[in-house]
């Protein structure tokens, strides 16, 4: 098998491509386009420009790319947003067969989490020539056999697609057979050679022919293969398949040795020339190949592995031979249509949390990026999904299977420090399949507690004669926050007494609470007085309650009672004069006494 000149012209192919990379931007949807075969270092797109992003924020919000390919095709310049070629990109490796090839990459930010879908469109480049499998085709052609023959040549293979791809047959002249070409339902197009003429093996026994396939680049490219046709003596008549096309039904699951459908071909020809032998034609895909087996004398096609699922529908092309010298075929496809099992638990894959969650997150703050699938087709693989009723989260559909856990209420971390979220799958298949995931959401601390004292107001009972620092009282505040944001520090709230301020006669243990008096208190001079004490947390900015607190001296027996009548003078001894004639009882004087002291004192 031999190629054509276009093999050597791909360097210049890819050279005209004028390698360049196209946006497109719809509902937060980024499309690239770029050649198949790029060199390493070549410019997709900037990014940052796309999205609007100042380049600085690429390295502060972590951005990174993230896919499923298995390598890591593409490369980003985080100082200025430049995305380059990190790896050669073969289109033909990458999607095989498919006209559309896309390479899907999501875009990760964080601070704050956001999540941007990207394709990467693999355009196609003329890279390949067309390839027949064999090189020679031999056939063995009987003389009898009429006008209008047709022979089946498999096919030549070329991995590009669109106007790349194959794109017609050609043969060498010849004036016994012409060329056809058949095109399927799928697009693919078959070489059939035709009898124009008769042909008289005594005159020539062996015609040989070159046949070409020619690809629709630019420039194009070709392959081609030999085909030796041998002239037989006569056996006339081809098996026929009693249907074109077969249908049939399998099961995901069917085991081994399940018999999938029986084929049947008849042969007019009598004896050996009618006797037929079933087996798969070479335009059956190799994977089909061993996916099924044949019984060559009877038809009956059985399961032979594990069936695959890629095709809901599979096409398999069946031959019959006879066992004539001439050995004439005729041909019948089978479509297989594979029934799906629900045999697939749906997945839960965490790719992104943002843990902690601050207490006063607002309701929609993303949490978890997350996703979600079934690789069951149809109703198996369609998933419902939900949350507990008691935690304040739900889930938000982002884009194809991919979901953002966001906060749907308000958080209070002194109510509830953690919540374990458990997320649940269950796909429609019938029974369903259920999987769980569980995520750790931590809540992180603010300050919007402020302290709290034990009591509305206090009152404090203090003896007067008190030794100087002696302890008052000690007084208590809580916090319910965590950390700086529960730490609290006391002070007296200035004011005056009786003209002087209130820091001179008491003082506070910041850290603490307990109050000291500063002087010794005497009750003659200072019967009760009133503060302010504040308790103040260690946030920014932070919070502060006050409360009042009572303070009465209590009176102690610190004084001698004094005369006050009759009065002395200098020291004198007063004197009064009783007259002789007084009676019992009767009134010599009065004695009023004073203490400064109260009550019994």
Do not use: W
Request: net charge negative; with cysteine; hydrophobic share 40%.
């Amino acid at each position: 098998m031999a190629s054509s000149a276009g093999d050597r012209a791909e360097g210049k192919t890819l050279f005209l491509f004028l390698l360049y990379s196209i946006l497109c931007t719809v509902g937060g949807l980024i499309t690239y386009s770029i050649p198949e075969e790029a060199e390493q270092g070549t410019s997709v797109g900037n990014i940052a420009k796309d999205l609007g992003l100042n380049a600085a924020e690429l390295l502060s919000r972590k951005f990174r790319l993230v896919s499923d390919a298995s390598k890591q095709y593409l490369h980003i310049n985080l100082n200025n947003g430049i995305i380059s070629v990190n790896k050669r990109i073969d289109r033909e490796e990458m999607c095989g067969l498919k006209t559309t090839c896309l390479l899907n990459i999501q875009l990760v930010m964080e601070n704050p989490l956001d999540i941007v879908k990207m394709e990467l469109r693999i355009l196609d480049i003329n890279d390949n020539s067309p390839r027949f499998p064999l090189n020679v085709y031999p056939l063995n052609i009987s003389e009898q056999i009429p006008l209008g023959a047709r022979f089946k040549i498999q096919n030549a293979l070329d991995p590009d697609v669109g106007t790349n791809s194959l794109r017609t047959y050609m043969v060498s002249a010849s004036e016994h057979f012409a060329l056809d070409i058949q095109t399927h339902s799928d697009g693919n197009k078959f070489p059939e050679l035709v009898l124009k003429k008769p042909l008289d093996r005594e005159q020539q026994s062996v015609h040989h022919l070159t046949l070409i396939a020619v690809d629709g680049g630019v420039p194009e490219r070709s392959g081609t293969a030999e085909i030796s046709v041998v002239v037989l003596d006569a056996n006339d008549n081809a098996p026929v398949f009693d249907q074109a096309v077969y249908r049939t039904d399998v099961m995901e699951n069917a085991a081994r040795g399940t018999l999938v459908t029986k084929v049947n071909a008849t042969d007019l020809d009598d004896g050996r020339n009618g006797e037929v032998l079933y087996s798969f034609s070479s335009n059956t895909p190799e994977e089909l190949k061993n996916m099924f087996t044949i019984n060559s004398e009877t038809g009956e096609i059985f399961v032979n592995k594990v069936l695959n699922l890629e095709e809901s529908t599979l096409e398999i092309f069946i031959e019959a031979t006879d066992k004539g010298v001439t050995g004439q075929s005729g041909s019948a496809k089978l479509l297989v249509q594979i029934v799906d099992v629900n045999n697939n638990v749906p997945e839960i894959i965490v790719t992104s949390v943002s843990n902690p969650v601050p207490e006063d997150a607002v309701p929609g703050t993303v949490v978890a990026v997350l996703r979600i699938f079934d690789k069951d087709p149809g109703e198996n693989g369609k998933i419902n999904y939900h949350l507990p009723v008691n935690v304040p989260f739900r889930l938000k559909p982002s884009f194809d299977n991919y979901y953002t856990l966001v906060t749907d209420g308000l958080l209070d971390r002194e109510s509830r420090g953690e919540y374990n979220v458990a997320i649940t799958a269950t796909d429609s298949g019938s029974p369903p399949i259920s999987n769980e995931k569980t995520i750790l959401v931590q809540i992180s601390d603010v300050n919007d507690n402020p302290p709290i004292f034990e009591k509305a107001e206090y009152s404090v009972r203090v003896a007067e004669n008190n030794a100087p620092g002696s302890s008052v009282f000690e007084i208590v505040a809580f916090d319910p926050d965590l950390g700086e944001h529960g730490h609290i520090s006391y002070s007296i709230i200035e004011s005056k007494i009786e003209g002087l301020s209130v820091l001179n006669f008491l003082s506070i243990n910041p850290e603490k609470g307990i109050i000291y008096a500063k002087n010794t208190f005497d009750y003659e001079e200072l019967k009760d007085l009133q503060i302010q004490v504040k308790a103040k947390d260690g946030g920014i900015p932070s919070l502060s309650s006050d409360v009042t607190v009572k303070i009465s001296i209590v009176d102690e027996n610190d004084n001698a009672p004094f005369i006050l009548y009759p009065a002395t003078k200098d020291g004198s001894v007063p004197v009064e004069i009783v007259p002789k004639s007084a009676d019992a009882n009767y009134l010599v004087t009065k004695v009023v006494a004073d203490d400064a002291d109260m009550g019994q004192n």
